[in-house]
């Protein structure tokens, strides 16, 4: 159990729901706090990442599989809402959904082959089916654009009210946010995210006591790849152009090291990550060519001081090695 999963266990519920109702209406009068267009744009990032993260973390965290290639399902939301869009003029709320159920059916596609690999040689194909993805869409010319991409995406509409400004997809990439984290959390609290969690700690004798770990595995693969698809879809009419050099392996791995930086198998940690990543971002901008230097220095440190993630828990799967260090070499001393 993690510090964040602690405390809140120990707190009451009034004080849970006033805090996040508190938190929630602090980010819907954000804009009102600090209008200015550069922020917006940082916090639309921020969210974005938030459930690119966290849709990974449903993955590596809680049942244990090892995806790094999660820009592919991110890839396949945002082409599918660019096409639909602007190749059958379907509208963004149609769209949207649309595009979370061909992510997920492209999860669906990657995990079934890989059912019975773990570790390095799941990530491997993970990595492939990334590269896959992306390089179908690039040769694709008929209707993603090829090498030049899709652009003059169409901004969506409530009513006769025009989605355009950064304000206005904030409060599209909160509500998504907010939508992500409730029912992720009801998941992981019901039958089916106790199964997940019972294959990432032991997954033959979660079969052995009458898991379905193949229809499980699957369905976890579905459920984040389908949530990757959802901030593909909102990414695409936001930033107006989608090309495939967008959904490289490097932002698959960028999408990764939140996930390893926050904590893996919470879902507070997705959010710090994302917010510490999205922040080193914008300060390192005048370097950004070794922006990928620093981000694996960062994990390299994360992983020798706390594996487990800034927000994991100190008795973790990933931590206990350090800990066994620390018990031997305490004993170790106590001996002499």
């Given at each position: 159990m993690s510090y964040a999963d602690l405390i809140l266990r120990k707190t009451p519920a009034w004080l849970k729901f006033a805090l996040l109702g508190g938190l929630f209406l602090f980010l819907l009068a954000f804009p009102r706090i600090y209008p200015k267009s550069y922020a917006m744009g940082v916090m639309c990032r921020i969210l974005m990442y938030t459930i690119l993260a966290g849709s990974l973390n449903v993955i590596n965290g809680y049942s244990g599989q090892f995806n790094i290639g999660h820009a592919g399902f991110y890839c396949v939301g945002a082409y599918c809402e660019a096409i639909l869009a602007t190749r059958f003029g379907i509208t963004f709320w149609i769209a949207l959904p649309l595009s979370g159920i061909a992510a997920a059916c492209v999860g669906l596609l990657v995990s079934l082959p890989t059912l019975r690999l773990k570790g390095i040689y799941l990530a491997i194909v993970t990595l492939g089916s990334s590269e896959i993805i992306r390089l179908l869409f690039l040769n694709g010319n008929d209707f993603t654009g090829g090498p030049i991409g899709i652009k003059n995406i169409p901004s969506p509409y409530i009513g006769s009210f025009k989605i355009s400004k950064s304000v206005h997809f904030y409060y599209i990439f909160l509500f998504l946010a907010a939508i992500f984290f409730f029912l992720t959390y009801r998941i992981i609290k019901s039958r089916v995210g106790r199964a997940w969690v019972s294959i990432r700690e032991d997954e033959l004798a979660a079969k052995s006591l009458g898991v379905e770990t193949s229809r499980y595995k699957a369905s976890n693969f579905m459920y984040g790849a389908f949530w990757a698809g959802i901030a593909g879809a909102a990414f695409a009419p936001y930033f107006k152009f989608i090309s495939s050099d967008m959904f490289t392996l490097d932002e698959g791995f960028n999408i990764l090291s939140m996930v390893?930086?926050?904590?893996?198998?919470?879902?507070?940690?997705?959010?710090?990550?994302?917010?510490?990543?999205?922040?080193?971002?914008?300060?390192?901008?005048?370097?950004?060519?070794?922006r990928l230097v620093v981000y694996a220095l960062l994990i390299i440190v994360m992983m020798w001081i706390r594996p487990q993630g800034l927000v994991g828990a100190s008795n973790s799967i990933l931590a206990s090695g350090r800990i066994r260090f620390r018990g031997r070499k305490k004993s170790a001393g106590e001996t002499k």
């Amino acid at each position: 159990m993690s510090y964040a999963d602690l405390i809140l266990r120990k707190t009451p519920a009034w004080l849970k729901f006033a805090l996040l109702g508190g938190l929630f209406l602090f980010l819907l009068a954000f804009p009102r706090i600090y209008p200015k267009s550069y922020a917006m744009g940082v916090m639309c990032r921020i969210l974005m990442y938030t459930i690119l993260a966290g849709s990974l973390n449903v993955i590596n965290g809680y049942s244990g599989q090892f995806n790094i290639g999660h820009a592919g399902f991110y890839c396949v939301g945002a082409y599918c809402e660019a096409i639909l869009a602007t190749r059958f003029g379907i509208t963004f709320w149609i769209a949207l959904p649309l595009s979370g159920i061909a992510a997920a059916c492209v999860g669906l596609l990657v995990s079934l082959p890989t059912l019975r690999l773990k570790g390095i040689y799941l990530a491997i194909v993970t990595l492939g089916s990334s590269e896959i993805i992306r390089l179908l869409f690039l040769n694709g010319n008929d209707f993603t654009g090829g090498p030049i991409g899709i652009k003059n995406i169409p901004s969506p509409y409530i009513g006769s009210f025009k989605i355009s400004k950064s304000v206005h997809f904030y409060y599209i990439f909160l509500f998504l946010a907010a939508i992500f984290f409730f029912l992720t959390y009801r998941i992981i609290k019901s039958r089916v995210g106790r199964a997940w969690v019972s294959i990432r700690e032991d997954e033959l004798a979660a079969k052995s006591l009458g898991v379905e770990t193949s229809r499980y595995k699957a369905s976890n693969f579905m459920y984040g790849a389908f949530w990757a698809g959802i901030a593909g879809a909102a990414f695409a009419p936001y930033f107006k152009f989608i090309s495939s050099d967008m959904f490289t392996l490097d932002e698959g791995f960028n999408i990764l090291s939140m996930v390893i930086i926050g904590g893996q198998g919470t879902l507070i940690g997705p959010i710090v990550g994302s917010i510490i990543v999205n922040f080193l971002t914008e300060f390192l901008r005048p370097i950004s060519q070794y922006r990928l230097v620093v981000y694996a220095l960062l994990i390299i440190v994360m992983m020798w001081i706390r594996p487990q993630g800034l927000v994991g828990a100190s008795n973790s799967i990933l931590a206990s090695g350090r800990i066994r260090f620390r018990g031997r070499k305490k004993s170790a001393g106590e001996t002499k």
